[in-house]
Nanobody, 117 residues
Framework: QVQLVESGGGLVQAGGSLRLSCAAS????????MGWYRQAPGKQRELVAT???????NYADSVKGRFTISRDNAKNTVYLQMNNLKPEDTAVYYC???????????WGQGTQVTVSS
């Protein structure tokens, strides 16, 4: 039912910026916590940022002050603004929608972010 499609990834130099977008198939933000995860080769998937239905945000320590998660309810889209990118930010970034009470969630297909030094 819920489909998530990421876009906006690409190649950027260290210190640069990218904005990732996650378009949802419907108005789901009132029911789901939205999140961005990333996975680098040989590493576990890690949580980057979350945005609750009431607008509360949470960030991994490694991205605090550099990344911002936000949403546009009218467009059913969640964003991840990434500034001052570092090579260690290189990973496949995945959008996630989670309803923890119902123990259900959805994943996007992922978008590659590569930060060169």
């Amino acid at each position: 039912q819920v489909q998530l499609v990421e876009s906006g990834g690409g190649l950027v130099q260290a210190g640069g910026s990218l904005r990732l977008s996650c378009a949802a198939s419907g108005s789901i933000f009132s029911m789901y916590v939205m999140g961005w995860y990333r996975q680098a080769p040989g590493k576990q998937r890690e949580l980057v940022a979350t945005l609750s239905s009431v607008g509360m945000t949470n960030y991994a320590d490694s991205v605090k002050g550099r990344f911002t998660i936000s949403r546009d309810n009218a467009k059913n889209t969640v964003y991840l603004q990434m500034n001052n990118l570092k090579p260690e930010d290189t990973a496949v970034y995945y959008c996630n929608a989670a309803n923890y009470r119902a123990n259900q969630g959805y994943w996007g297909q992922g978008t590659q972010v590569t930060v060169s030094s």
